[in-house]
T-cell receptor
Framework: NAGVTQTPKFQVLKTGQSMTLQCAQDMNHEYMSWYRQDPGMGLRLIHYSVGAGITDQGEVPNGYNVSRSTTEDFPLRLLSAAPSQTSVYFC??????????????FGEGSRLTVL | GENVGLHLPTLSVQEGDNSIINCAYSNSASDYFIWYKQESGKGPQFIIDIRSNMDKRQGQRVTVLLNKTVKHLSLQIAATQPGDSAVYFCAENMGSFGNEKLTFGTGTRLTIIP
């Protein structure tokens, strides 16, 4: 199993450009999410999805769009990049709902720099 | 707003000793807490979780303690090893499901001294 795969690993954008960060998981997880990680601020939730066709906003959704057309993929779109979006982005997935474990599986991260 | 925070940003421990990483939370309605480990250049990795109806849970070399009275969470790592060097995050769930809306603390960097 590849787990959670993010592409690209590194990206440099100019202010105003748009791009899509890709995320795919091969574990048949219902739940997927995007976080951003900034120095000294931990991880903050951008958007999440509890199943195909269902998305919702997290703590910091402005400037980002998501869609969930399949169970496997959850792309994150930056509509018009701003320097404030310079960050490391993590995609994560898990089986939905509680149970004995709520393990969230993270990808390796995508480092984005906006000039 | 309510958030999860940590008492200490850095912690250095001699190899073989036990370590304790602390976390304070302020949302009394939170009912699910998780600890994650993040090694340099990698994504966070699940360590252990605990629900609010428990006050202690043990894993392999790790123990999580939950004190709801003072809203405090701790992670104990026994017999630390060099591979334990990483940043550790506590997180609480703000949603209806286990992982729906996790709020992470800022992290504690644990360094194991050989």
């Amino acid at each position: 199993n590849a787990g959670v795969t993010q592409t690209p690993k590194f990206q440099v954008l100019k202010t105003g450009q748009s791009m899509t960060l890709q995320c795919a998981q091969d574990m048949n997880h219902e739940y997927m999410s995007w976080y951003r990680q900034d120095p000294g601020m931990g991880l903050r939730l951008i958007h999440y999805s509890v199943g195909a066709g269902i998305t919702d906003q997290g703590e910091v959704p402005n400037g980002y769009n998501v869609s969930r057309s399949t169970t496997e993929d959850f792309p994150l779109r930056l509509l018009s990049a701003a320097p404030s979006q310079t960050s490391v982005y993590f995609c994560a997935s898990s089986w939905q709902s509680g149970g004995d474990t709520g393990e969230l599986f993270f990808g390796e991260g995508s480092r984005l720099t906006v000039l | 707003g309510e958030n999860v925070g940590l008492h200490l940003p850095t912690l250095s421990v001699q190899e073989g000793d036990n370590s304790i990483i602390n976390c304070a939370y302020s949302n009394s309605a939170s009912d699910y807490f998780i600890w994650y480990k993040q090694e340099s250049g990698k994504g966070p990795q699940f360590i252990i979780d605990i629900r609010s109806n428990m006050d202690k849970r043990q894993g392999q070399r790790v123990t999580v303690l939950l004190n709801k009275t003072v809203k405090h969470l701790s992670l104990q790592i026994a017999a630390t090893q060099p591979g334990d060097s990483a940043v550790y995050f506590c997180a609480e769930n703000m949603g209806s499901f286990g992982n729906e809306k996790l709020t992470f603390g800022t992290g504690t960097r644990l360094t194991i001294i050989p």
